[in-house]
C-alpha cells in the first residue's frame, strides 16, 4: 500500500506528484502516457500498470486530468476499486461537474473531495500554493496532513460545487483584470510610452482601486447602491464614449472594455444611471442571491 495514489502527471498532476515525495509519503502513479512517471519512479514513486492498480494502491486517490470527462473516462474501468477509498479530484470544472461527480463517487462508495488549484505548477508544495477544498469534510480531515504537503489547504464546505465556485470566480477576476491591463498597455504604447515605463503609474493605481472593494462587497451584501455614490453609473457610461473613442483614436480595438461600455449603458437605462458600480452585478445574474443568501439558502 502506498499513501497516496496520482492520477495524470500533465505539468501540474507532475508536481503534485513530486510534492507528495518530497515530503517524505509513499506514491503511486498512473498516466496514460506511461513515459511521464519515470522522473517521478526515480525519485521512489511506483508506477502502477492501470488506474484500478493505482486505486487499490492507497485509500487517498488524487485525480488531476484535464476535464471531467477525462476522470470518468479513466476512472471507468477502476470505480470498483473506489469503495472505502477517498476520491480527490483536482481537475478543473464547474460547480455542477463536481456536485455531479460526488454523487458518482458516492453510488460507487467512496468519500469525495473536489478541489481548485489557486497556483501554477512550480508553485506547488509551496505555502503561497493555495488550494480549495469542498465536499466530505470528515475525508478532508483524515487526509488534511497529505493534501497539505500540495500548498495551503483551504477547506469551504460539504458541497462539492464551493470549490471550483470559488476557483473560477477568482480567475474570472484575474481575466476582468489582465483585459484592462492589456488595454491600457496597447493605449499607452500607441504613442510609444513602453509598457515598463508606464507600470509604476498603472500598478498604484491598482492600488488605489484595490482599496474600493470593501465598499463594493458592502454594496453588494446589503442591496444598497445608492447611498453616498460619489462616482454614478450615469456619469460612468458618459465617460466610457470617451474610452471607446479615445482606444479607436489610437489604434486600439475596443473590443476587450466594449462589454463594460454594453453593461452600464443598460444599467442606465433599467434605472441605475444614479447608483454605484457595485449594482452592475444586478445586470449579469439572473438568481436572487441576496434574497436566497437572506432566506438561509
Ligand atoms: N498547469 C496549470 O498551471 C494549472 C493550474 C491550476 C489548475 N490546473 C488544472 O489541472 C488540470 C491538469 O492540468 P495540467 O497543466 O497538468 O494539464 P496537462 O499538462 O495538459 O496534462 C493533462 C493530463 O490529462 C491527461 N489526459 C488528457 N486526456 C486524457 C484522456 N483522454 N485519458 C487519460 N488521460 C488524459 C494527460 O495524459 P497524457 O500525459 O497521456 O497526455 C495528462 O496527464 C487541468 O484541469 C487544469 O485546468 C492547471
Known amino acids: 500500500m502506498s499513501d497516496v495514489s496520482v492520477i495524470g502527471l500533465g505539468a501540474m498532476g507532475s508536481a503534485l506528484a513530486a510534492a507528495l515525495l518530497k515530503s517524505g509519503l509513499s506514491v503511486t502513479l498512473w498516466n496514460r502516457s506511461p513515459a511521464k512517471a519515470e522522473a517521478l519512479v526515480a525519485k521512489g514513486a511506483v508506477a502502477a500498470a492501470s488506474v484500478k492498480d493505482a486505486v487499490e494502491a492507497s485509500k487517498l486517490v488524487v485525480a ?5 470527462d477525462t476522470v ?3 476512472f471507468e474501468p477502476a470505480k470498483d476499486a473506489l469503495a472505502g477509498r477517498t476520491l480527490v479530484n483536482l481537475t478543473n470544472g464547474t460547480p455542477a461537474q463536481a456536485r455531479e461527480m460526488a454523487q458518482w463517487a458516492a453510488t460507487r ?4 473531495l473536489d478541489g481548485g488549484i489557486m497556483a501554477v505548477p512550480p508553485m506547488i508544495g509551496q505555502a503561497e500554493a493555495l488550494i480549495l477544498y469542498s465536499g466530505a469534510h470528515a475525508a478532508f480531515e483524515a487526509h488534511g496532513k497529505t493534501l497539505g504537503a500540495l500548498g495551503a489547504a483551504k477547506y ?3 458541497d462539492a460545487g464551493l470549490a471550483p465556485l470559488h476557483d473560477i470566480a477568482l480567475l474570472t477576476a484575474m481575466y476582468g483584470l489582465f483585459s484592462g491591463v492589456t488595454h491600457a498597455f496597447a493605449l499607452t504604447g500607441s504613442e510609444t ?5 508606464f507600470l509604476p503609474m498603472l500598478t498604484n493605481w491598482l492600488g488605489a482601486v484595490m482599496t474600493w472593494l470593501p465598499d ?13 455614490v460619489v462616482s454614478n453609473l450615469e456619469m460612468q457610461a458618459a465617460s466610457f464614449d470617451n474610452f471607446i473613442a479615445a482606444s479607436e483614436g489610437q489604434g486600439v480595438s475596443s473590443e476587450l472594455i466594449a462589454p463594460m461600455f454594453q453593461l452600464l449603458k443598460k444599467a442606465v437605462a433599467a434605472g441605475y444611471g444614479d447608483a454605484d458600480q457595485a ?3 444586478e445586470m449579469i445574474r439572473t438568481r436572487p442571491q441576496v434574497e436566497r443568501q437572506r432566506a438561509g439558502g
Open 279 to 281: 449594482s452592475l452585478v
Open 156 to 158: 469551504l464546505g460539504d
Open 109 to 112: 462508495g467512496a468519500d469525495y
Open 64 to 68: 488531476c486530468l484535464l476535464v471531467y
Open 72 to 74: 470518468y473516462e479513466a
Open 216 to 228: 463594493m462587497a458592502r454594496r453588494i451584501d446589503s442591496g444598497d447602491y445608492r447611498s453616498d
Open 193 to 197: 510610452v513602453p509598457a515598463e515605463k
